[in-house]
């Protein structure tokens, strides 16, 4: 469904440091500041101001096309919004729609239903691919390439010609593209290329790669986080620590793969905050959200009840 421009709200942008609470006020949407977090190791981040809302209530967001647009999820129906305007361009209601996935440098996602997955060109939500099973599945960052569960095994597949160029007789929990097009697997408590042996532990339940670097991100059944390298020799794990929320998280990872972010979809309270990847040192917390985005500048885009914001940095420390 088409949308016209979304009547932008009200918008506080009184500039706020990194502990602070996302809400409605009688200015508008805003950040109001919070005491700093107390039990966990702080690197704290610059101040930040609201600047755009949409005024659509989600719990997920995954940023496309080198974060010009964004892709949402709210209940039983997905967004595709401009950044950082967010204007809300077209709207689309798959039945049973509960997952979204984003091509970061191209404009397409992936929706989940009760028809399976598909993959859709934005921001007009229309199909490229249906029919696509229920996963681990993933899509390159160029949107030229999907990985796809098939057969008991995981095919790669040129979203150009349709053609099969690489089937892997494998089982995995999460898939994932590396920022140079590879392919990355869940392997166990493992992140690893295809084919590697399975790694004992928590199994990795989500998986991320950053777009401009050699990282990846994963999530653990545990609600472990573990940091990768991706080496010549293959992934290398450099760091793990717990995120300070709790229940079903959500994971992001900046383009420049030093921060992680993680949100709170249906948990309470709700909350996202962003890490340092070098060491989970916590470097933002915003309560009153349920899903953040990274953009490359320092921007986050944030989702929750109230709508999806835009969040630029500032200089004022004030």
Not at 172 to 193: H, I, N, P, R
Not at 299 to 314: F, K, N, Q
Request: hydrophobic share 45%; aromatic share 4%; proline share 7%.
């Amino acid at each position: 469904m088409s949308e016209s421009v979304a009547d932008p709200l009200g918008v506080d942008s009184t500039p706020v440091g990194p502990w602070s609470r996302a809400e409605k006020g009688p200015r508008g949407t805003r950040l109001v500041a919070m005491d700093a977090p107390e039990g966990v190791e702080l690197a704290p981040g610059g101040n930040l101001s609201v600047r755009a809302v949409a005024p659509r209530g989600v719990h997920g967001v995954e940023l496309v096309a080198d974060g010009k647009l964004a892709l949402a999820i709210g209940t039983g129906r997905a967004y595709s919004i401009r950044v950082p305007a967010m204007s809300v361009v077209h709207n689309r209601a798959p039945e049973g729609l509960d997952r979204i996935d984003g091509a970061s440098v191209a404009n397409a996602g992936l929706l989940h239903g009760d028809e399976g997955w598909r993959i859709v060109v934005l921001p007009s939500l229309g199909d490229v691919a249906t029919d696509l099973g229920d996963g681990p599945l993933a899509v390159r960052p160029d949107a030229r390439e999907l990985a796809v569960t098939i057969d008991d095994g995981v095919e790669q597949v040129d979203l150009t010609t349709g053609d099969t160029v690489a089937r892997h007789e494998i089982t995995t929990q999460a898939l994932a593209y590396s920022g140079d097009g590879s392919l990355l697997v869940a392997s166990g408590a493992g992140v690893a290329t295809p084919g590697a042996e399975a790694v004992d532990g928590s199994p990795i339940v989500s998986l991320v790669a950053a777009v401009r670097a050699w990282r990846a991100v994963a999530r653990h059944a545990d609600g472990m986080i573990s940091v990768w390298a991706l080496e010549q020799s293959g992934p290398e794990k450099t760091a793990e620590f717990m995120p300070p929320l709790s229940g079903p998280l959500s994971l992001c990872v900046s383009p420049d793969g030093e921060q992680v972010g993680v949100g709170t979809p249906f948990a309470e309270p709700a909350g996202v905050a962003v890490l340092r990847t070098e060491d989970g040192a916590l470097v933002r917390l915003i309560e009153g959200a349920r899903a953040v985005g990274l953009l490359a500048d320092g921007s986050l885009v944030l989702g929750a009840e109230w709508g999806i914001a835009y969040l630029r940095p500032t200089e004022d420390n004030t």
